[in-house]
């Protein structure tokens, strides 16, 4: 399966769900928004047979030139050339762009938070070995953008007064941003690396592209609890729910505050229950389940958003002019 930043997923973990929710849930409407704006292809008009016959001989005279041409190239430019006929090749965006680890992409959602674990047209990839789920999500849980994402999301916490056992001021700072790095990186290696080791799962999202927006919705909605083995076969998400479901357990029973007093102005024995408890495990579970589905959804869109909006830069940018020639 897939997740964002470091196993390729949104790590939002937060004891108050509705600030996390808001953020993706933005992310999500504006996904939706770009896709619903961007313009269908019109059907182009049937030619008449005399055009289709000039046309059928147009193309086997460029396929006799293009086999000389072919011919007389180095052939590592031949590797290089894409395959004719073949629409996805000729289509380069990050997330079809070979990765730092074999069989991931280099993709980044909204050019910034990492992706590497979706794939575009990436059917009957090979499986990937366990050094190499181990390595894409230590790539993408350790990538540069995530130490301050983690930041952003410890002041919010901070600001929300979320845990308020941590107090407030700079240590406490340091205490909710430790916790949200732990939180974030130990569910991504139970999910990504760890359960789908041992149980061989597929740790990848595959991007659909097909379909129209509720149809791609189900989709992207049913990867939370469907993926693939490491040989093709489609399999129920154990790596999704069991490695979610043990990731909170470890991060509820380990390093969350226990119950505690603090003093504030109005009360100086303000008695603070333990974050360590059953009910709170369950919590924490289902609403990382739900932010996972709110991040899958996200990643099933993305690559519409990034097409809109290469189309607009492409479009202010204007026609590339011509090279200017000289004459002897």
Not at 122 to 142: E, R
Not at 147 to 176: C, H, M, S, T
Request: glycine content about 6%; some cysteine.
């Amino acid at each position: 399966m897939t997740k964002l930043p470091g196993r390729d997923k949104l790590s939002l973990r937060n004891r108050r769900p509705p600030t996390a929710f808001t953020l993706l849930s933005f992310l999500f409407a504006a996904c939706s928004w770009a896709t619903a704006q961007a313009p269908q292809p019109s059907p182009a008009p049937a030619p008449s047979s005399s055009s289709q016959d000039a046309k059928q001989d147009d193309q086997k005279q460029d396929q006799k030139d293009d086999r000389k041409q072919d011919a007389e190239q180095d052939p590592k430019d031949q590797a290089a050339k894409p395959a004719a006929g073949n629409p996805d090749a000729t289509q380069h965006t990050p997330a079809n762009e070979q990765g730092k680890v074999e069989g991931t992409s280099n993709d980044r959602l909204f050019y910034t938070l990492p992706n590497f674990l979706t794939l575009q047209n990436g059917h009957q990839l090979p499986p990937m070995p366990v050094k190499d789920k181990f390595k894409a999500v230590a790539v993408g849980n350790f990538d540069m953008v995530e130490f301050p994402w983690w930041g952003v999301l410890a002041a919010i916490q901070q600001a929300d007064n979320v845990e308020p056992a941590y107090r407030q001021g700079w240590l406490a700072y340091a205490k909710r941003y430790g916790t949200t790095m732990a939180d974030s990186s130990i569910e991504n290696f139970m999910v990504g690396a760890v359960f789908s080791s041992m149980l061989h799962q597929d740790p990848r999202f595959y991007q659909s592209d097909k379909g129209g927006f509720w149809r791609r919705t189900g989709y992207a909605l049913s990867r939370m609890v469907i993926t693939f083995s490491d040989h093709g076969h489609t399999q129920f998400n154990y790596s999704e729910v069991i490695g979610s479901a043990t990731a909170a357990a470890i991060s509820t029973y380990s390093y969350h505050p226990r119950s505690t007093y603090i003093s504030t102005p109005s009360n100086p024995h303000m008695f603070i229950a333990s974050d360590r408890t059953l009910t709170n495990a369950l919590s924490t579970w289902g609403t990382q389940l739900s932010l996972d589905a709110l991040t899958i959804e996200i990643k099933e869109f993305w690559p519409d958003v990034h097409r809109a909006m290469q189309k607009r830069h492409n479009k202010n940018a204007g026609p590339t002019p011509a090279p200017a020639t000289t004459t002897n």
